[in-house]
């Protein structure tokens, strides 16, 4: 029922370890019927979330603790793969514009994504991601296709994690802990796969020298696509000069951009290509399909995303997302007036 099984990628690769969380049939019943009648969580997220705890914490004991322990511990794998979820019954078109969906009937899919996510942490959003919704909409947009954002398709998706621009020149401060990604629609093909590369097994396939560059103070993040975009006019704003790799070597921290990462010297840059290929070696690949949930460590470990096709015919992917942090307190100067949850 619940199991964290060692996931070899070739034979030289060390084993890897990736939460494997698999709902049976009559949890999954249960869940769906007691979600599919509460009410948009929109209004008032508060009441929802709670409501949602209740909801989840009804969850097999082994199970919950599975995910519990996934949230709270240094040790635990950095992705969490969810199966057999309850979905909604029907689903309006994908939004072709970035959502959000117009015309949803029913919430067991936000149900399931604030459920998750609360089991992790607290739901908070960016105004200059998504508009500042908790709730955001990962799907294909024509003017993104190939662009180094979640609105992309036909380019593959670097390798990074979700950074947030902070003007104090740090990017990987303010970002979220968790991102959790629930599928509600497939690509036509299915084909899209999400990547996750544990810096633990990152480390391990890089040698003693790359590893000491990329812990060097020689790279620059470029904000994300999306601030870059609506906030800087299309113009690089670059971080601090940091070091992609940081903390302990049995728990790593690892962060990187992927709208731009600048290496500061010739051996910087030799270190970069050597992490994006220990990524390939490192990573775990998913293909979400509905009723499945990626719960992602934005600390362990990068994601990245594989080509698609999309058609823009209201069948395209879809995956509902949140950001989630466990504390607000260290980001509580970023709170947008008016809100709890909502940051600059
Ligand atoms: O589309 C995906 O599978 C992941 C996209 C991504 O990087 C994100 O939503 O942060
Ligand atoms: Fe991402």
Redesign the pocket.
């Given at each position: 029922m619940t199991t964290s099984v060692p996931h070899r990628q070739s034979p030289d690769a060390p084993a890897q370890t990736l939460a494997r969380i698999d709902l049976p049939d009559a949890v999954r019943d249960a869940l769906g019927r007691q979600l599919a009648a509460e009410p948009d969580p929109q209004p008032d997220i508060d009441r929802a979330t709670t409501r949602y705890l209740q909801i989840f914490a009804t969850l097999p004991t082994g199970l919950l603790q599975q995910i519990l322990d996934f949230g709270r511990h240094a040790d635990t794998p950095g992705v969490g793969y969810v199966r057999n979820l309850p979905v909604d019954p029907e689903l309006p078109a994908t939004p072709t514009d970035g959502g959000p969906a117009g015309g949803k009937r029913s919430y067991v899919a936000e149900g399931v994504l604030l459920g998750l996510s609360g089991l992790l942490g607290e739901p908070v959003g960016f105004l200059t991601e998504k508009n500042g919704q908790l709730i955001?909409d990962?799907v294909p947009v024509p003017s993104g296709a190939t662009s180094q954002t979640?609105q992309g398709s036909t380019v593959f998706?670097n390798f990074?994690n979700?950074i947030v621009h902070d003007a104090g020149g740090r990017y990987d401060v303010s970002n979220p802990d968790f991102?959790v990604?629930n599928c509600l629609r497939a690509d036509h093909e299915g084909v899209?796969?999400?990547h996750y590369a544990d810096a633990r097994d990152i480390a391990r396939a890089l040698d003693a020298h790359t590893l000491e560059v990329l812990r060097s103070p020689l790279f620059r993040l470029n904000a994300p696509g999306s601030y870059v975009r609506d906030v800087a006019g299309g113009s690089e704003v670059l971080s601090d000069p940091v070091g992609l790799i940081g903390g302990p070597q049995d728990a790593p921290e690892i962060s990187s951009s992927?709208n731009g990462v600048r290496a500061l010297t010739k051996e910087a840059e030799a270190a970069l290509d050597r992490l994006q290929a220990a990524c390939r070696e490192a990573a775990h690949e998913v293909h979400?399909r509905p009723g499945e949930a990626?719960l992602?460590n934005n600390r362990k470990g990068l994601?990245?995303?594989t080509r698609f096709t999309p058609r823009y015919d209201g069948a395209d992917?879809w995956?509902q997302?949140t950001y989630v942090r466990r504390n607000q307190w260290p980001i509580r100067h970023r709170q947008a007036a008016g809100s709890r949850r909502v940051h600059h």
């Open positions: 955001h990962v979640n998706l990074h979700d991102l990604l899209a796969a999400t992927a979400l990626l992602i994601h990245a995303r992917r995956l997302r």
